[in-house]
């Protein structure tokens, strides 16, 4: 995609998670593990900033906002996202407003096909599910995710394969998903 930087973007307090998520302060450790000496990729803490000095959940449309400012007139904000969060994009705040001013490349793993982009169209509209259609990859079938890795933590199983040794240590040393 020719991207000049990609920066992680680690949320404080997901507004839309379901269950209790790993403290922030672990997922930001593990995230510098994992880009360690990796050209090319930083980590963004703004929303963790943001959070920590309101008290309150620190949303996507706000980091969007502040971003294209820094940037100036021309520039253009790339967001990658999995198909799960994709069928829940309309739950996002200023759902509609984001697809508009963001490109959001969308990867496509098993469960997920195109057809999610149908379930977009129902939720967010015809343009917005065609915008998000138009950036999505396809990546090929891994049998990597968060769930995962969690549930092989937790069972004292390997992580081999699925996070770098550093941050298999980090969850081991600090018994995380036990």
């Known amino acids: ?5 990609v920066a992680f973007l680690p949320a404080a307090v997901p507004p839309l998670k379901d269950r209790e998520v790993t403290p922030a302060r672990h997922r930001l450790a593990m995230l ?3 880009i360690k000496g990796k050209r090319g990729l ?16 620190s949303y996507t449309v706000d980091t ?15 967001f990658v996202i999995g198909a799960d969060q994709l069928v829940r994009l309309h739950k996002w705040r200023m759902a509609k407003w984001l697809v508009r001013h963001v490109r959001f490349i969308v990867a496509l793993r098993p469960p997920f096909d195109a ?10 509209g015809r343009e ?13 079938p891994m049998d990597v995710s968060s769930t995962r890795i969690r549930e092989r933590a937790h069972a004292g199983k390997s992580l081999r394969g699925l996070v770098t040794p550093a941050v298999a240590a980090y969850i081991t040393k ?3 998903y036990e």
Do not use: C, M, N, Y
């Not at 995609?1 to 930087?5: D, E, L, P, Q, V």
């Not at 930083?42 to 929303?47: F, G, K, N, P």
């Not at 057809?115 to 967010?124: A, D, H, K, N, Y």
């Open 1 to 5: 995609f020719g991207f000049k930087r």
């Open 32 to 34: 510098r593990l994992a």
């Open 42 to 57: 930083a980590i963004d803490t703004r929303e963790l900033e943001r959070a920590k000095r309101s008290g309150r959940p």
């Open 64 to 78: 969007v906002r502040e971003v294209l400012r820094e940037l100036g007139d021309g520039s253009s904000v790339a």
């Open 115 to 124: 057809s999610v982009f149908r379930q977009v169209e129902r939720t967010l």
């Open 128 to 140: 917005a599910a065609l915008r998000l259609e138009a950036d999505s990859i396809r990546l090929r």
């Open 174 to 176: 600090h018994g995380l």
